[in-house]
């Protein structure tokens, strides 16, 4: 297991950006994936990224989110530029497919006015 932890949420307002962060060793050797879950609602999968870098954003957030890495910084980032209030809830950054054993507490965002 990778020991994986969450940074950068926090309350915002409509418009704000946000850079989500997702630190661990070892974690420049696996593939790691954005997870998020809404109150009252069941997590999903936000975006993903390869080893090597190539990047996979769901079809409802396409073009609004952006996944990167940064190996010097074994980081994974998941930048929203223009928040939504519908983004509000935890994040939560896992391996791809997740291991469902490593969940850890995630990062809140909350959206509101």
């Known amino acids: 297991q990778v020991q994986l932890v969450e940074s950068g949420g926090g309350l915002v307002q409509p418009g704000d950006s946000l850079r989500l962060s997702c630190t661990a060793s070892?974690?420049?050797?696996?593939?790691v994936a954005w997870y998020r879950q809404a109150p009252g609602k069941q997590r999903e999968f936000v975006a993903r990224?390869?080893?090597?870098?190539?990047?996979s954003v769901a079809n409802d957030l396409r073009g609004r989110f952006t996944i990167s890495r940064d190996y010097a910084k074994n980081a994974v980032y998941l930048q929203i530029p223009s928040l939504k209030p519908e983004d509000t809830g935890v994040y939560y950054c896992?391996?791809?497919?997740?291991?469902?054993?490593?969940w850890g507490q995630g990062t809140q965002v909350t959206v509101s006015s």
């Open positions: 896992n391996t791809f497919p997740p291991d469902t054993n490593n």
């Open positions: 990224i390869s080893i090597t870098g190539v990047t």
């Open positions: 070892g974690i420049n050797n696996r593939a």
